[in-house]
C-alpha cells in the first residue's frame, strides 16, 4: 500500500484544515487507518484512527472533540478534520495502514506509512 497525504499548511490559531491520504496498490478497506504527528524535538505520537467500516473511531485526548477522522473506501481516502487548532497542534501528520481492520492506537500496529505533511499553527 502506498500512501500519500496532503492537506498541511500554515494556518492561526482557531483555524481549520483537513488532511486527506490517498491509498493506492492493496484493497484499501482491509486496513484500519491512523493519523500520527511528530512535533518538533518530540516523538511521533498517535492522533486518530478509523477502523475498516467507519464503526469504530479512537482519538487521543488532546484533540478528541476538535478533530474528526472518516474515511470513504470507494475513494480510497480517509481524513483528518482539524478544527479549533492550537499551537501545540504543530507537527508533521502522517497517515498510516495498520495490519488490522480495526482501529489501533500503537504505533508498532501499523504497517504502511505516507511521507507526512506539515501543520503549522501561529499563536
Known amino acids: 500500500v502506498q500512501l500519500q497525504a496532503s492537506g498541511g499548511g500554515l494556518v492561526q490559531a482557531g483555524g481549520s484544515l483537513r488532511l486527506s491520504c490517498v491509498a493506492s496498490?492493496?484493497?484499501?478497506?482491509?486496513?484500519?487507518m491512523g493519523w500520527f504527528r511528530r512535533a518538533p524535538g518530540k516523538e511521533r505520537e498517535f492522533v486518530a484512527a478509523?477502523?475498516?467500516?467507519?464503526?469504530?473511531?479512537r482519538y487521543t485526548d488532546s484533540v478528541r472533540d476538535r478533530f474528526t477522522i472518516s474515511r470513504t473506501n470507494a475513494k480510497n481516502t480517509v481524513e483528518l478534520q482539524m478544527d479549533n487548532l492550537k499551537a501545540e497542534d504543530t507537527a508533521v501528520y502522517y497517515c498510516?495502514?495498520?495490519?488490522?481492520?480495526?482501529?489501533?492506537?500503537?504505533?508498532?500496529?501499523?504497517?504502511?506509512w505516507g511521507q507526512g505533511t506539515q501543520v503549522t499553527v501561529s499563536s
Open positions: 498510516a495502514a495498520a495490519n488490522t481492520a480495526w482501529a489501533p492506537a500503537r504505533e508498532n500496529e501499523y504497517v504502511y
Open positions: 496498490g492493496r484493497p484499501f478497506s482491509f486496513y484500519g
Open positions: 478509523i477502523s475498516w467500516n467507519s464503526d469504530r473511531v
